[in-house]
């Protein structure tokens, strides 16, 4: 059942899906003090082994090494180069491609080449901006804020079921990162809800589930929404496969978010995370990895049936995935309309992305006023009271 008992306003104002300086401000009390998730365990398989990341607070390399994952900023602090430009590598110690400066698992300074001409320089003075790095299950999450809560509590609820479900019995099956040309909140915000099943995803999911099967739960952090599993012949099968490998598995589908950013679903063997980065106002990056329990105690044939059923409900959480992509830029051209028909409206299916734009609001500083949305503080454009439509 939905909580709330009427349809509600959109709280958002269409700018703060393209404004610049909205999303300055959005950097700073909405994304900073975030925890990203940009990997998962099985992509260090060595240790030595390192992959990069350009996120919208700088460049990141993770280094699994001593086996822990550590992350710094991938600049050099010789000439501030980026370390390296590849993806992802092997190495015994991180050595920027420029001039040839080495780094510790520390971040601190190794070698540096002809180091003499530096002098006077105290060794180990100069070193790695490090960022922090933490693993939940096999999920590779890092913060670049140091006051960030802990990771556990930063996960809150979510903490526990993350751990089981990316634990060490699972394999990662699906691993993708995609730039998508849309703000991330529209991505976001397109998780959040499943009245767009119907007319997005009508042949491949179908009608949306009737609200009696639906249940939304709210934290303060985030929300979950709890769903019927698949009831089809294949579905049920997909469920006492899963149950031979996992007493434990619900019938249920959950699909949760730890906010700001991090979305994921949980069905029969399989679970799925989408962590949207942001690339800019317009802009994001949808890093996506999918994974499946592995069975410990159940028979060959068991496991075997079970990867098939797991191979194709990955290909159909691929074909969903494409299908809200090739929608999403439409979405964002008409938010960036310059009239629109009103403020918009949210029904009452769609009841999570309000207290999704109620949080940004709040970690803005901004108020939650019912269809006209936030007014910028002074020194803005988007100064006063400008009703949509009518600019
Ligand atoms: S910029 Fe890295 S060694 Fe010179
Ligand atoms: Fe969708």
Redesign the pocket.
Known sequence: MFLSETHLPQLLRPESYFDPDWYRDEEKHVLRSAWWAVATLDEFPRDGDFITFDHVDGPVILWRKGGEIRAFRNV?A????K?TGKARGHCDCLT?D????EYDESGVTRRIPDASSFRPLEKGRLGLAAVQAAVVGSVVFMSFDASAPPIREWLGNEWERINERFGPRSRTLWRADIDVPVNWKLLIENNLESYHVASVHGKTLGASPDESMCEHEFSDGGSRFIGPGSNSTWGRVRLSLARQIRESIPAAYTHSIVYPAFTWLSVDLLSGFQSIVPTGPRSCRMVVRFAAFQGDTSTFLVDFMARRCVAGELTFWKRVIAEDLSLLPQVQAGIESPRHPGAGLISRREERLVHFQKWILGRMGMPSEAHGGPKRTSGSHLDGPVEHGTR
């Open positions: 050099c010789h000439r501030l180069a370390l920027c420029y001039h040839g400066w």
